[in-house]
T-cell receptor, first 118, second 111 residues
């Protein structure tokens, strides 16, 4: 399957600082990437859909000014958590959509970034 | 009604048995169906995709789709302790919409 990487894999930061997470599609071009968040023992929660060259589409309840998404190229999307607070501590996972035929698409996930805000 | 429903489990099976994981969905127009495996502390990993009614086999895994009943399942033959994980069912509707995930079924395979 397609390979998606994320960096960093783990980050610890102080409350009030901003953290940038990168998501890259390594062997394919991804016009659409997705950002998810997952709290311990909870379900995946879609935060936003990132489209190359356009503004991201945020899910209801997700603050777009707090979670800045940039998808400037076909292989890179970034999520910046601005003014992070302890309640933002979570597992952030990106996913990239791959076309595999005329009407078939598959989503592959990156390894995730564990954020701890002190 | 949730869009994609799964029993949260845990589903416990002994090593070597067949594990049967089930998923129902509410959007009758759904066209693409996926099973992901997620180990504790890790991100989801794609196991199978299925698009047509019937069975699709890949190694020890078989996905089954019944669009009339709005039901998709995953069978794991010869279950191994390493199969112990949470299995997520995901469904996509008409067009290239976002995937809708179930809450996952936790599978425990005992040696």
């Amino acid at each position: 399957g397609a390979v998606v990487s994320q960096h960093p894999s783990r980050v610890i930061c102080k409350s009030g600082t901003s953290v940038k997470i990168e998501c890259r599609s390594l062997d394919f071009q991804a016009t659409t990437m997705f950002w998810y968040r997952q709290f311990p023992k909870k379900s995946l929660m879609l935060m936003a859909t990132s489209n190359e060259g356009s503004k991201a589409t945020y899910e209801q309840g997700v603050e777009k000014d707090k979670f800045l998404i940039n998808h400037a190229s076909l292989t890179l999307s970034t999520l910046t958590v601005t003014s992070a607070h302890p309640e933002d501590s979570s597992f952030y996972i990106c996913s990239a959509r791959v076309r595999e035929g005329l009407s078939r698409e598959t989503q592959y996930f990156g390894p995730g970034t564990r954020l701890l805000v002190l | 009604q949730k869009e994609v429903e799964q029993n949260s489990g845990p589903l416990s099976v002994p090593e070597g048995a067949i594990a049967s994981l089930n998923c129902t969905y509410s959007d009758r127009g759904s066209q693409s169906f996926f099973w992901y495996r997620q180990y504790s502390g890790k991100s989801p990993e794609l196991i199978m995709s299925i698009y047509s009614n019937g069975d699709k086999e890949d190694g020890r895994f078989t996905a089954q789709l019944n669009k009339a009943s709005q039901y998709v399942s995953l069978l794991i033959r010869d279950s191994q302790p390493s199969d112990s994980a949470t299995y997520l069912c995901a469904v996509r509707g008409v067009g290239f919409q976002k995937l809708v995930f179930g809450t996952g079924t936790r599978l425990l395979v005992s040696p």
